[in-house]
């Protein structure tokens, strides 16, 4: 699209900044410079601000794709003389802040606003707008600015194109609160609905009434969003909307569009960051940026109209971190007075010295659905790029192990301090506890403690995660206690420990107390601890004797020692689920007062830890990740020689993959940690096989003859991997031979025996070598192990018919991510010259003869992985390691009855 001018109109200001400036000694100057003083600079806002970035953003663009003119409001030529009468004006006085926290460039200072002190306008609280300087009647894009300052009210001031529109203009109407509201509104709903890209703020609608999670989780805060824009009455003007885009500070934003009825949305968002994350690592505050947001995207679509809209909106979110970062100008020693303005042309060029993020990251929403709300509710960005994109969890795995998180680019990260997590669970659980700890140092009022239960099996890492949160939030006013309430003799105990807390906080010191085992039993009741702290955490007080001591501000954190979540604690999970506690039913945990301590508790989390969180359920998939994150954060504290110079960790690939994929670690994160204190490698730079413990010490924190094996397999897979996927391809031979895929390019031999015959391309080997590789993932998710045996000796074992099925299935989806990711596509007739497949389609939708060729290969795995020497066994049924069946001898082997080879179709 070749756009040839561009409207630019909506409510003006004139920005009033003001900044000290210190005094000049200098005898030949007037007696005032002497002193301190202050300064003030009237810059451009609102459109008019909006206006000068569109041009900018404009001049970034190919020259042979756009020329455009932008028709816009003109400022008044001496903007100090203008009184608030005629033009708002908004007063803010700025400071120096280091440009960036990272230590290369934190003493290159920028104004940034330290203070904002509102506004200023026309006694009557009207403002008065003329028309439209130099109007075209036919722009191809206009762009509005609606502040909600009166613009919307003054027809007159309003561009021809809105009230009289002879073509098609593209419309980007950025509107603030109050929303659905004014002449402009209704105008542009009524005459250029289809036609226009409307931008929110994400707050404006919460102060519409939407209920939308503020700093939780990406999947959080977007489903919610959806989910209000869907069933939300007061958003009912939103619903149907063509194009609307909703940002979410300098952080990400959503693009949602309704075509035929059907609401496709696109969730961009900073991996690495949460709303107003962003803001949050810089000093200050900035003004216009969403100037600085509408401004790229505005340019986007006069380059590519609608198709534009999804790099408009990475760039839009770029342009106001880098407006951010950059401030009103730097700060110089100079005695010059500085240059104090908007970097219009700045936030639009790329820097690799000014750090603003990550890539900003797409991703497909779901589908809001009423008849499915819990599936929409619990979706995830890290479950939804393993499905669709076949990012297999243990690659993934290894990648953060190995790589750090820089190679999770799309995968949402939180980090607090030393702290990082990738489960949606324990982000959405310790960001609401950053925020309550946020909250509750910023209120100065405060008297009684803040309370926090925490939960997890035992080495899962409970008091390290509460505490690297509370660290990250109030690092300097934060001092930490810990106490086992299981080894006080009793209350006196309690009391004393109580009288160390307010001792603390007379120090000036914000206690966070750990209260370990807080549910344990006292007195042979079972939490018969509860009762005592009712008093001092609902009142802040505490009883010694007969004397009342008030505690003063102070964390309370309960970790719990016999209760493995907050479901458990309060006697709300499955009765049949081993982990429950046995010492919970309804009528104790009503008895000792546990519904008044859950009263009082603010907020809970449940760590996972490093071990699967139940072995009989598929559900909990990520604990490899979980891992994986744990691994690495170890390797970054205790082992820093095995990183190289590009924080690559130098770490035997079997190593790594017996700390990833071994059954469980038996005492949690401390059996990690202590494997790693054990391993020989101090004065290394690489860890070998040969740094690990012996299996003796091994047997202390993970099962030594399955870790073992685990180290080696991986050596020993990858040397049969070949072999393999050669066998996969003579089944698939002997199923088309005869057929009319006989002759097709995927039916060729492996290797040519003549000249004259063609032998299989590259890709199709690297699709059966792919197939082979994904044999350990079916195993691991499926329960089973694998261990090398002498060849020959190994017996096929026989999957039951559900673990056929499911295994069936998963081979399915690897295979479609596999056709997609290298261009091929759904076709109604498969076509190799096309790239087309009539198989890409979901499981449920194929025949049942293309699902008995997934089947027949899944039931093929056990008789190929004996041919290659390994042999297959159930771990579940062997206490997560199996014995390998007895091997038969040769009379027993030809006594019994030869079965018919099975081969694959």
């Not at 009142?539 to 009342?548: H, I, N, S």
């Not at 073992?708 to 002997?734: C, M, P, W």
């Not at 596509?825 to 293309?850: C, F, H, M, V």
């Amino acid at each position: 699209m070749s756009a040839k001018s561009i409207v630019v109109a909506g409510d003006v200001a004139i920005d009033w900044l003001e900044h000290r400036v210190p005094p000049i000694d200098n005898p030949n100057s007037s007696n005032w410079r002497g002193y301190p003083g202050s300064r003030f600079v009237a810059l451009q806002g609102g459109a008019y601000l909006m206006a000068r970035m569109v041009e900018a953003a404009l001049q970034l663009l190919p020259k042979e794709k756009i020329d455009t003119k932008v028709v816009k409001q003109l400022p008044p030529k001496a903007l100090e003389s203008v009184p608030p009468s005629k033009i708002i004006h908004s007063i803010g006085k700025i400071a120096p802040y280091p440009l960036s926290a990272d230590d290369r460039r934190k003493q290159e200072l920028r104004f940034r606003i330290e203070r904002l002190d509102g506004f200023s306008g026309p006694d009557s609280g009207i403002v008065s707008y003329d028309p439209l300087p130099d109007d075209v009647p036919d722009p191809s894009i206009v762009l509005l600015g609606d502040a909600g300052n009166g613009f919307r009210e003054s027809r007159n001031a309003w561009p021809s194109a809105v009230t009289k529109p002879r073509g098609n203009p593209l419309i980007v109407y950025k509107v603030n609160h109050p929303l659905v509201s004014g002449g402009l509104w209704e105008e542009v709903n009524k005459l250029h609905r289809e036609r226009t890209i409307l931008v929110v703020d994400i707050d404006d609608l919460r102060q519409r009434g939407a209920q939308i999670s503020r700093r939780l989780s990406w999947e959080s805060a977007a489903i919610d969003c959806l989910w209000q824009l869907a069933y939300n009455p007061s958003l009912v003007a939103f619903q149907e909307w063509p194009h609307l885009v909703i940002r979410f500070d300098l952080d990400g934003a959503i693009y949602v569009r309704v075509t035929k009825g059907e609401m496709l949305s696109t969730l961009f968002y900073d991996a690495h960051s949460i709303e107003s994350g962003f803001r949050d690592r810089c000093n200050g505050e900035m003004v216009g940026v969403g100037c600085a947001f509408t401004a790229p995207l505005t340019a986007r679509i006069a380059e590519s109209g609608i198709a534009g809209v999804p790099q408009g909106i990475r760039d839009g979110i770029a342009a106001g971190r880098r407006l951010w970062r950059l401030g009103f100008g730097q700060v110089t020693d100079s005695k010059d007075l500085p240059v104090v303005d908007y970097p219009v042309r700045a936030i639009f060029q790329e820097d690799e010295q000014l750090e603003i993020g990550p890539p900003i990251s797409a991703i497909t929403l779901p589908a809001i659905s009423k008849s499915q709300p819990m599936e929409v509710r619990s979706w995830s960005i890290l479950e939804d790029l393993n499905r669709s994109r076949g990012i297999y969890l243990e690659r993934m795995a290894h990648d953060i192990v190995e790589n750090g998180f820089k190679s999770l680019d799309d995968v949402p990260v939180a980090r607090f301090g030393d702290l990082r997590t990738l489960d949606r669970m324990e982000i959405e659980a310790y960001r609401s506890i950053e925020n309550l700890i946020t909250n509750f140092m910023g209120n100065s009022k405060t008297v009684r403690p803040l309370c926090i239960a925490v939960f997890g099996p035992p080495g899962a890492g409970k008091s390290f995660g509460v505490k690297a949160v509370a660290k990250y939030v109030a690092r300097d006013k934060i001092k930490s206690i810990e106490f086992n309430v299981s080894q006080f003799a009793g209350v006196e105990d309690l009391a004393k420990a109580l009288h160390r807390v307010r001792d603390e906080v007379l120090n000036g010191k914000t206690p966070l107390v750990f209260f370990d085992e807080f549910d344990s039993m006292y007195q042979s009741q079972p939490l018969g601890w509860l009762k005592y702290f009712l008093g001092p955490m609902q009142d802040g007080k505490f009883k010694d004797g007969e004397t009342e001591h008030p505690l003063g501000k102070a964390i309370f954190v309960f970790a719990g020692g016999t209760s493995k979540s907050f479901a458990d604690f309060c006697c709300a999970s499955d009765p049949a689920d081993p982990a429950k506690s046995v010492v919970c039913n309804p009528e104790t945990f009503r008895n000792a007062k546990g519904r008044d301590f859950v009263s009082r508790l603010r907020g809970y989390v449940n760590v996972l830890g490093p071990n699967k969180v139940d072995e009989r359920s598929p559900e909990d998939v990520y604990f490899p990740l979980r891992r994986a994150v744990l691994l690495r954060s170890l390797l970054e504290r205790n082992a820093k020689q095995l990183l190289n110079s590009e924080n690559i960790a130098r770490i035997d690939s079997g190593v790594l993959a017996a700390m990833i994929g071994v059954s469980e670690y038996k005492h949690g994160a401390r059996s990690m940690e202590a494997i790693l204190d054990m391993s020989r490698l101090s004065g290394r730079k690489d860890f070998e096989q040969s740094a690990l413990p012996p299996p003796d010490q091994l047997e202390a924190h993970v099962n030594a003859e399955e870790f073992t094996n685990l180290v080696l397999q991986e050596v020993l897979f990858g040397s049969v991997r070949e072999e393999i996927a050669k066998l996969f391809h003579e089944d698939y031979l002997a199923s088309v031979k005869g057929t009319p895929k006989e002759n097709q390019a995927s039916a060729r031999p492996w290797n040519k025996s003549t000249e004259e015959e063609l032998e299989l391309e590259e890709h199709y080997k690297d699709s059966n070598r792919k197939a082979a590789e994904h044999i350990r993932i079916k195993l691991q998710s499926a329960g089973y192990g694998f261990r090398p045996v002498p060849k020959g000796t190994a017996i096929p074992i026989e999957f039951p018919a559900s673990v056929v099925e499911a295994l069936a299935k998963m081979e399915h989806e690897r295979f479609c991510r596999e056709r997609e990711a290298k261009g091929w596509q759904y076709g109604t007739k498969s076509n190799e010259e096309r790239k087309t497949n009539a198989t890409l389609i979901p499981w449920e939708k194929l025949s049942d003869r293309e699902k008995d060729f997934d089947r027949r290969q899944v039931r093929a795995i056990p008789r190929h992985m004996a041919t290659v020497g390994f042999q297959i066994f159930p771990l579940a049924e062997h206490s997560l390691h199996a014995t390998v069946p007895a091997i038969p001898s040769q009379r027993e082997k030809r006594s019994r009855p030869k079965k018919k080879s099975k081969r694959l179709q």
